[in-house]
């Protein structure tokens, strides 16, 4: 089979974290009941008005000055004319002509490399309403309708499904970390289609194929590689390839054709007569300039550089920004770095999952665990106030009883026991009240060691460090 170059661009579309739609005043809210947050404005009655969404503005210009567009100084709004029995009005009120951000790039990284993508252009639009097909019947729920969504095309760059994939998910990290959309693919506030044609090398774009109904990141990855596949055969056997929209199905993980794919003029845009254009001044790109936070790839970097995280940690801190800023505040606090990352992996990361809370709920008022405590505990546990298995214990109560780590310590009697003089008593003591394990001990047989190590623990009621408590074994039996 001939060797064919892949062009793939990305449609991807992200519900704005606003408390209200794009042009009523009805909630913007994920699973209510049915068809609750509706009313005229967004149901499309005739001879009602919108009213722009100042904060889905704001949110919308964040995401293209994060991603290095050019920001329009007069953006318009455009019908877009076209029937769906999801969009009740028969007409999309979009950005066309003159939308909130052109250009731009961004860094993302797939495999060992840092790959860039650049952005045809970033638009704000109102959504439609969703679909439900159950019992033979079709079904429509509004309330998604009229909801703040932004779409972020890119140019057709990507040359693999595994680059595509890599892209959304560190997409998908960057918009959480900037507090515009909580990516979550399975509610669909982050959604995804794609466009995938080949060519001979040399010969530029080939026919475009729109693949829709991607929910997940992976199946992005899927879709496109199914993709290529057929579009290659149907090339090499003669074939052309059809410009359609194509439906993945993930139960049998092929597409399936949907319909042709629609051009520009076909929607008939015109400028929407009831919204003026929006032309921000000064103050307006000031105050976007200051909600810019620290990108995850570069706060990774810098975390890898700066405190010498491994990779995978760094990863790891900076899937969600509660957790990275929760993790820098505690190093900020005198916490070591290193320690700090392995409690917050596995410790915390358990007792979190254990109790219900989330990572992106760290710092946050309702979890017990602030940066403060978890400084505390581990503080104490570096200076040997306490050892792990004790710690382990103090941090579940500081779930359990939303208390500080030093007053359930010291409640329950966990410090260390005494110093090494009193523990060197302790032992010295367990180990004339089992002279036969001392003679084990001394004849190379390791295994009384663990024997006396939990008599010692049982008389300290589990404060001794067991560290500690080998080294004087070692000693005391040389």
Known sequence: MAEYETFIGL??????????????????????????????????????????????????YIVCRAMNCRLSENAMFERKNYFYPDLTKNYQI?????????????????????????????HLEEDAGKMIHQGGKSLCDYNRAGTCLLEIVTEPEFKTGQEAEDFLQ????????LGVCDGNMEEGSLRCDANISINTPGMGLGRKVEVKNLNSSRF???????????????ISSGGIIVQETRLWDEDRSVTRSMRSKEQAHDYRYFPEP?????????????????????????????????LKLTPDQADYICEEKALADFFEKTVGLGADPQLSVKWLMGNAAKELNRTGFQKADLGSEGCPLSAERLTELLMMLADNKIHGKIAAKTLTAVFDENKNPAAIIKENGWENAADDGDLKVIVQKILDENPKAV????????????????????????????????????????
Do not use: W
């Open 11 to 60: 449609e991807i579309h992200i519900q704005l974290l606003t408390e209200t739609k794009i042009f009523c005043g009805c909630k913007s809210k994920f699973g209510d009941e049915p068809n609750s947050n509706v009313c005229p404005v967004c149901l499309g009655y005739p001879g009602v008005l919108p009213a722009l969404n100042e904060e889905a503005v704001r949110l919308s």
């Open 94 to 122: 979009t950005q066309f002509s003159n939308p909130f951000g052109r250009g731009g790039a961004f860094e993302y990284e797939s495999g060992d490399e840092i790959k860039k993508i650049n952005f045809h252009e970033i």
């Open 170 to 177: 560190a997409f998908r990290r960057t918009v959480r970390h």
């Open 220 to 234: 992005v990855k899927k879709a496109l590689g199914y993709e290529r596949k057929r579009q290659e055969k149907v």
């Open 274 to 306: 009831d919204l003026p254009p929006f032309r921000p001044d000064k103050n307006f790109f000031a105050m976007i300039e200051n909600s810019l936070v620290e990108l995850p790839l570069t706060r990774r970097q810098r975390l890898v550089e700066c």
């Open 439 to 478: 003679e084990q001990i001394k004849g190379g047989d390791e295994k009384p060691r663990g024997f006396i190590v939990g008599k010692v623990m049982a008389a300290t009621k589990g404060t001794a460090n067991p560290q500690s408590v080998q080294s004087l074994i070692m000693k005391l039996t040389s």
